[in-house]
């Protein structure tokens, strides 16, 4: 009988919980993770985040999955990249200790490196992340490197982090079908949990001091450009942080900001809803028009009509 | 009467200039969605390079067109790779490509573009080659290599961008990347070939040319083409085995723009000539297919597995019919 109940439970197990499998698979999507397909309960959340944690430490054989060896650093990189998703946040809002540890070696592990696959994999856990700490590591890791591509990828973390990632729904997109999994970036980083103001400031300074570089080593104007928009689209968020009186005027700069960012070829998140939005108001200016039209129609018949009764 | 004259004539006027205004607006507001990629400062070297991106060119984007599918090779018994060229079916018409390789200001992504370039090429064709027939033939247009650090480390939800900074209105482009964010290999347009003026995908550089791993690749030109996912993308809406609608596998247009659906259903499934939209032989699960979501732990046998080949087949013949009525 035991024996039945234990089988019984293991099958419900396997039924029921999310297989590193699946979570492998996952990872070598060709158009990124989707995870919600994956999670129905807490507990996938929490089988997925130690998976990743093992291969982020290499401690599960790939090639029993069907892995090749060459996949190996490609699936690693991509679990650091969404460990970030799964971190546990404590109650400072910062990520908790041993989160922020694996995190950490990965950052050392790196250091000699700031332009390598692995390393963008952990600008882009940070920043999955959310929180204040997270922030902070970015925006030391964006004074330490000099090279532009590489700033350049660290700048717009950061921006996507403070600000959060609204993703367009594009349905021509085919990766449109994977609804994106942001935990910790739903919404601006004002409305997260933590104490911002100075990673806030932090980062201020890291990017102006990155621009400025940009400045004096590349001539490439779009390039100045985009990045000098990231850098005022920052400046932005973190003056929004200060008092309630800027947080007003800071708001509707951040508004306007927002909309020169949408007409920026950079706009990372509002891809296609533009173009709905302009097919909107010609749709409610067309209208306009009909309307006056048929009004002066009306007046027309009227008028005739009297004219030709009278 | 005068008045009634005055009247009638404001009418007209009204309705001549609400009609004009509005093909106006609905042309500025078409424009206005590229105002970001025109308001940068694009050189002249770029646009020499990109005659036909969308931030070189002042003309507007072509409106996509239904064309009539009507005559599609009619009382000619359908061959593997034909298109319809009106005198009649023909064989080995080719679509042109660009690659464009991103480099960095301190790194390229590779030593030789042409030799990558070749070696791309010959990958897709032979991924679209299956039991002694060509289906879909590609040609080098061009190699472009590019410094641009902005897009050395992209990510996939700015192909919009890209599209319009380096897309071109007369070959398919694939546009090679250092990194694509977080675990994104590939990403494309469904059917953006030749429908949308500007048809660009984006991979990262290392799958192909370093891990010598060409289905993320050939899966992006696919999408472009209208192949849509095999596998379990839909999972809770579709089943998990079992026979697939064709329309379904094949994303021709939009929902309701259904093109090329009903009229070629004969060339998938030989025995059906009704428009019935289910076709024998495609198996929703085929796990080993290049339109399988995920690689790396499986083979990849490419598109014509489990009675695929019709089905490509007959994409061929769209895409060329269609292509060539909006060229």
Same mark, same amino acid.
């Given at each position: ?277 302009? @097919? ?31 | ?246 329309? @379904? ?79």
């Amino acid at each position: 009988m035991i024996k039945i109940i234990f089988i019984l439970s293991l099958s419900f197990h396997a039924f029921c919980d999310v297989t590193k499998k699946d979570i492998l698979s996952e990872l070598m999507g060709i158009h990124g993770t989707n995870w919600q397909t994956l999670i129905k309960s807490d507990q996938d959340k929490l089988v997925i985040k130690e998976t990743l944690r093992t291969v982020i430490n290499n401690e599960l054989n790939l090639a029993s999955y069907g892995y090749d060896e060459y996949y190996s650093e490609d699936i690693r990189n991509n679990a650091i990249s969404e460990y970030g998703h799964f971190v546990s946040i404590d109650e400072s809002g910062n990520m908790s200790e041993a989160d922020s540890q694996v995190l950490e070696n990965v950052r050392r592990e790196n250091s000699h490196n700031l332009s390598s696959h692995t390393s963008l994999a952990l600008y882009q856990s940070l920043k999955n992340a959310g929180t204040p700490d997270s922030l902070d590591v970015l925006s030391h890791l964006l004074s330490e490197t000099q090279d532009l591509a590489t700033s350049y990828a660290i700048a717009r973390s950061i921006k996507n982090h403070m600000n959060g990632v609204k993703r367009s729904t594009d349905k021509s997109l085919d990766s449109a079908y994977i609804t994106p999994y942001k935990p910790h970036l739903n919404n601006n980083y004002q409305e997260r949990k933590g104490d911002w103001g100075a990673a806030a400031q932090l980062a201020t300074k890291s990017l102006e001091k990155s621009y400025q570089l940009i400045m004096k080593k590349s001539d490439d104007k779009n390039f100045q450009k985009d990045f000098s928009q990231i850098n005022n689209s920052v400046k932005k968020l973190a003056q929004i942080q200060s008092t309630n009186h800027i947080r007003n005027i800071a708001s509707n700069q951040s508004d306007l900001d927002t909309k020169n960012d949408n007409s920026s070829n950079k706009s990372e998140e509002i891809e296609g809803s533009r173009e709905i939005a302009a @097919e909107e108001s010609t749709f409610t200016d067309k209208y306009s028009y009909y309307f006056l039209t048929v009004l002066f129609f009306l007046i027309a018949v009227i008028v005739n009509r009297k004219i030709f009764f009278s | 009467m005068n008045f009634f004259n005055l009247l009638l004539s404001l009418f007209i006027f009204l309705n001549l200039s609400s009609c004009f205004t509005s093909r106006q607006e609905i042309k500025s507001s078409s424009s206005e969605s590229y105002t970001g990629a025109q308001d940068n400062q694009v050189t002249k070297e770029h646009c020499q390079l990109f005659p036909t991106s969308e931030v070189c060119s002042a003309s507007e984007p072509e409106a996509p067109t239904t064309p009539s599918l009507q005559t599609q090779c009619e009382g000619i018994t359908h061959e593997y790779g034909e298109v319809n060229l009106q005198t009649g079916c023909v064989k080995d018409e080719k679509i042109p490509i660009t690659f464009v390789f991103i480099n960095s200001s301190s790194r390229k992504l590779s030593t030789d573009i042409q030799l990558d370039s070749t070696v791309a090429i010959d990958a897709l064709n032979s991924a679209f080659y299956h039991q002694g027939n060509q289906f879909i033939e590609f040609t080098l247009s061009k190699s472009i290599e590019i410094v641009d650090d902005a897009f050395y480390n992209s990510s996939c939800s700015l192909l919009g961008a890209a599209a319009r900074k380096f897309g071109q209105k007369n070959a398919l482009v694939m546009i090679f990347v250092n990194d694509l964010s977080g675990s994104c290999a590939g990403v494309s347009w469904m059917w953006a070939f030749p429908s949308n003026s500007i048809s660009a995908t984006m991979v990262e550089y290392r799958y192909p040319f370093i891990r010598g791993d060409f289905t993320p690749v050939v899966h992006e030109f696919a999408h472009m083409m209208g192949l849509n996912h095999t596998g379990n993308a839909f999972e809770g809406s579709v089943p998990k085995t079992g026979i697939k609608t064709f329309n @379904e596998w094949l994303k021709f247009g939009s929902l309701s723009e259904k093109r090329c659906s009903q009229e070629f259903v004969y060339y998938i499934d030989p025995e059906k000539e009704s428009t019935a939209s289910q076709v024998k032989g495609v198996s929703w699960n085929s796990y080993q297919n290049t339109m399988y979501p995920s690689f790396g732990s499986k083979p990849d046998n490419g598109f014509f597995t489990s009675g695929y080949d019709y089905s490509v087949s007959w994409a061929f013949d769209c895409w060329y019919h269609i292509a060539t009525s909006e060229s």
